[in-house]
């Protein structure tokens, strides 16, 4: 998957319009633009942080094909978890924050 179709896929998923995010991102349309039509392969760093942080991914998302699978699962599993957090009460989200914390706390130890 190319940088472009990783940046149309983030906006698909979120039901963000690429101009929207070029607004909100604070990014040129051109710049998607050269990368759809692969006369650029690869934006400035620069332009990709102001994308991974509007989608709040890592960087390392743009990155490599081979470990794409693997993004795109974690990419997946966080988005839900982020999903069901908007459906969530105030109480909820404390339970499952002290919850969420034990488990990661337990990994770590």
């Given amino acids: 998957m190319t940088i472009y179709e990783k940046i149309q896929y983030l906006c698909d998923e979120n039901g963000i319009k690429l101009a929207t995010l070029c607004k909100e991102a604070k990014i040129s349309k051109s710049t998607l633009s050269e ?17 991974a942080n509007y989608f709040s991914v890592s960087l390392d998302y ?3 094909d081979n470990i794409e699978d ?17 459906k969530a009460t105030k ?19």
Wanted: charged share 35%; proline share 2%; hydrophobic share 35%.
């Fill in 91 to 109: 109480e909820q989200l404390d339970t499952f924050l002290v919850m969420f914390k034990a488990v990661i706390d337990e990994k770590t130890e």
């Fill in 35 to 51: 990368l759809k039509t692969g006369r650029t392969k690869t934006p400035s760093t620069q332009t990709l942080s102001k994308i």
């Fill in 62 to 64: 743009f990155d490599n």
């Fill in 70 to 86: 693997t993004k795109d699962e974690l990419f997946q599993k966080r988005k839900l978890l982020f999903d069901m957090s908007k």
